[in-house]
């Protein structure tokens, strides 16, 4: 027999709801503001439309649909309900993307975003619209996908209960454990405030330190405190911003178009103190070269933080736009912080993989451990795959006889066995591989799995939640 569960975070799974606009809502048509009726199936560049949003696509995008014609457009920051003028600016195949020009009618569901930079920045997009509306917005997608791409009937999902209902956090703010800010030499300013723009290009005030604006890996907004991290980690990200521009310190962003230019990234991660359960920060600098000494007055600015146990440096040559360095120093501290799961102690490095939300990745596991039935007589064998450091695994590893855990990044295989040793967990085989490599004889390799874990389809892009996981348990 196989059953597939699926796990997400919350309540309300069949009720399913499409806003479909009426024809009177459309014939309130702006005549000055919007092309006449497309002749056309395709809409063209720069013509423009009058739409609504029916629903969150993926990377929260609104999406539409043009009346006349049915096709579909893409709108970022538009919300589900809201009546909009939008002009196209791109097309791709069968979908083309808008640009709201106007709103007429706003969106259902909105909420006062409490973070001052959420209209421009890329790192919350959907910050105005409830939380209560972002978790129906992602478990209609994750619906639409097993529909779509898994090929389930509604009926299916419905009866064989296989889509769980959404299970939501118990925070919204202040729950990621990793945020990456980049260095940028000139700040990004959305066109409202251009009049704040310091004059001189060149003053080291334009100096931008934060997230991208949306979909560019070349603007960066300026960033002082961001309420998805914590805040230790906030206190760090002030710290740094109060100085590095400092013209005395001789520190230069690095110009991605010009490839010059020394401070690359800011990584903040955030643990635990496992005997203290204080919370513990990293807190590595992206550099294009090796200049401990020049680095100098930031680390020990940083250090000064109780909660600051790590200071790393990434060197990171290449001209791309990673945080992953070829070359790790650690320059204060620890190489690396701790964070519990269920009862065990994970060892965090500067660039191992692990869940982002700590606390919906404890619900995550225990949803996890419930749905895959484990018999809990040590007579089960897993297969963990896409395991990164070995997480999951390793928290079923207590009730079955053996965990195998197959991912493609060696380092993340070094943690997971390291994480396997300091839990004193002995029944777990962690292997380096492609997982889109393997062949027919791929199953000799362990003995026949009782319970298959396949951790790689994250849609983590709308709220602190996780998106899905999927058992299948095959006997
Ligand atoms: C979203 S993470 C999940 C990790 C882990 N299951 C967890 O929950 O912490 C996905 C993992 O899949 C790994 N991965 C991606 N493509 C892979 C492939 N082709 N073969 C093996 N592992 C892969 C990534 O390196 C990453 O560690």
């Known amino acids: 027999m196989t059953s597939i569960s699926y796990l997400t975070n919350t309540l309300l799974p069949l009720h399913i709801r499409r806003f479909r606009p009426s024809l009177s809502t459309l014939s309130c048509s702006l005549a000055s503001d919007v092309d006449p009726a497309p002749n056309s199936y395709f809409p063209k560049r720069g013509q423009t439309l009058e739409l609504v949003c029916e629903s969150l696509a993926f990377k929260g995008k609104g999406l539409c649909k043009v009346t006349q014609t049915g096709f579909v457009v893409l709108c970022d920051r538009a919300l589900p309900g809201e009546h909009f003028i939008g002009r196209v600016t791109r097309k791709k195949g069968n979908y083309a993307e808008v640009t709201k020009v106007k709103t007429i009618t706003p969106p259902r569901d909105i909420v006062d975003a409490p973070c001052v930079y959420a209209p421009y920045c890329g790192g919350c997009k959907t910050q105005n619209l409830s939380y209560e509306a972002q978790l129906r917005a992602k478990e209609e997608q994750v619906r639409d996908l097993l529909i779509h791409v898994g090929k389930f009937s509604l009926q299916h999902l419905q009866l064989h209960a296989v889509l769980k209902p959404i299970v939501p956090c118990r925070i919204q703010f202040h729950y990621r454990n990793k945020m990456e800010f980049s260095f940028g030499p000139q700040r990004w300013l959305p066109k409202e405030s251009l009049q704040d723009r310091i004059v001189d290009d060149d003053a080291n005030e334009n100096y931008a330190l934060g997230l991208h604006a949306p979909g560019f890996f070349d603007k960066i907004l300026n960033v002082d405190n961001c309420l998805l991290q914590s805040h230790p980690a906030n206190k760090v990200l002030a710290a740094v911003q109060e100085c590095w521009r400092d013209p005395q310190l001789g520190f230069s962003p690095y110009n991605v178009h010009s490839h010059k230019g020394f401070l690359k990234h800011l990584m903040l991660r955030t643990g635990r103190d496992v005997t203290t359960d204080q919370p513990e920060v990293m807190v590595n600098f992206v550099t294009s070269s090796y200049k401990p000494e020049l680095l100098k007055f930031l680390v020990d600015k940083v250090s000064v933080f109780p909660e600051v146990v790590s200071v790393i440096n990434n060197v990171n040559t290449s001209v791309g736009n990673t945080s992953v360095g070829e070359e790790e120093y650690t320059l204060y501290g620890k190489s690396s912080i701790t964070e519990t799961l269920r009862g065990l102690t994970f060892q965090i490095s500067a660039n191992s993989f692990f869940q982002t939300n ?118």
């Open 358 to 475: 700590t606390y919906q990745a404890e619900v995550l596991y225990k949803l996890i451990e419930d749905c895959a039935g484990v018999k809990g007589d040590d007579s089960e064998i897993v297969l963990d795959l896409f395991c990164g450091t070995g997480t999951i695994g390793l928290t079923l590893a207590r009730s079955v006889r053996h965990v195998y855990g197959y991912e493609v990044v060696p380092q993340a295989i070094t943690d997971a066995r390291l994480n396997a040793k300091i839990n004193g967990i002995q029944n777990a085989t962690f292997v380096q591989g492609d997982l889109n490599k393997i062949d027919e004889n791929f199953g000799k390799n362990f003995p026949k799995p009782d319970i298959v874990i396949s951790g790689f389809i994250a849609l983590s892009f709308l709220i602190p939640t996780y998106s899905y996981v999927i058992c299948i348990s095959l006997n």
